[in-house]
């Protein structure tokens, strides 16, 4: 099983380092070629726009979308990686896959002044875990097939939907690998 995390922008390295701690292999994929040797794809934080634009650019996109199709291709986004993930994407527009039907509004927080860590309760897991909003965005709707796994300030911050699940934060930032683990199990 190897996990690929996309590299076209943003914190894909401390992925790759949370996700070999644990023991997985990973791979940076920039292209179609490496796309095609990896089974499941994070999508990590950084800019929304860019990486959105990079991916209908390069191609990846229409591969991720029909691989999702098909059902061979758990996704995991985080933060900006959530925003490249939902059906509508609020505040200013940034290019989506559309595998999550979510509504999430970017830069919902505030600027970088506003960017926090926390202490987040997750469904199904004994102690909460130490996560970084960074220019955060917010989910403001989620589709009735989209479970919430964890909330903060009342709104969902972790969501999933059937093999594809969405954190608005960093929990990569952190030596906690419980989202890249329930990842994994997906
Ligand atoms: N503010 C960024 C955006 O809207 C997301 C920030 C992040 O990924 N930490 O794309």
């Known amino acids: 099983m190897t996990v690929g995390v996309l590299a076209l922008q943003g914190n894909f390295a401390d992925h790759c380092r949370v996700l070999r701690n644990i023991g997985c292999t990973c791979e940076e994929v920039r292209s179609l070629r490496e796309l095609a040797l990896v089974d499941r794809?994070?999508?990590?934080?950084?800019?929304?726009?860019?990486?959105?634009?990079?991916?209908?650019?390069?191609?990846?996109?229409?591969?991720?979308?029909?691989?999702?199709?098909?059902?061979?291709?758990?996704?995991?986004?985080?933060?900006?990686?959530?925003?490249?993930?939902?059906?509508?994407?609020?505040?200013?527009?940034?290019?989506?896959?559309?595998?999550?039907?979510?509504?999430?509004?970017?830069?919902?927080?505030?600027?970088?002044?506003?960017?926090?860590?926390?202490?987040?309760?997750?469904?199904?897991?004994?102690?909460?875990?130490?996560?970084?909003?960074?220019?955060?965005?917010k989910i403001v709707r989620t589709g009735p097939s989209v479970d919430v796994l964890a909330t903060h300030g009342g709104h969902p911050v972790l969501v999933r939907q059937g093999d594809v699940l969405a954190a608005t934060f960093h929990p990569e930032v952190h030596e906690e690998a419980v989202l890249h683990r329930l990842f994994m199990e997906m």
């Open 41 to 137: 794809l994070i999508i990590p934080g950084g800019e929304s726009t860019v990486i959105g634009r990079l991916l209908f650019e390069s191609g990846l996109s229409q591969e991720i979308i029909s691989r999702h199709r098909e059902g061979s291709l758990p996704v995991f986004g985080t933060c900006a990686g959530a925003i490249v993930l939902a059906t509508e994407v609020m505040g200013a527009p940034a290019p989506s896959l559309r595998l999550m039907d979510m509504s999430i509004e970017r830069n919902a927080y505030g600027r970088q002044l506003q960017s926090f860590q926390t202490n987040l309760a997750i469904c199904g897991h004994a102690t909460p875990i130490p996560v970084s909003f960074i220019r955060a965005p």
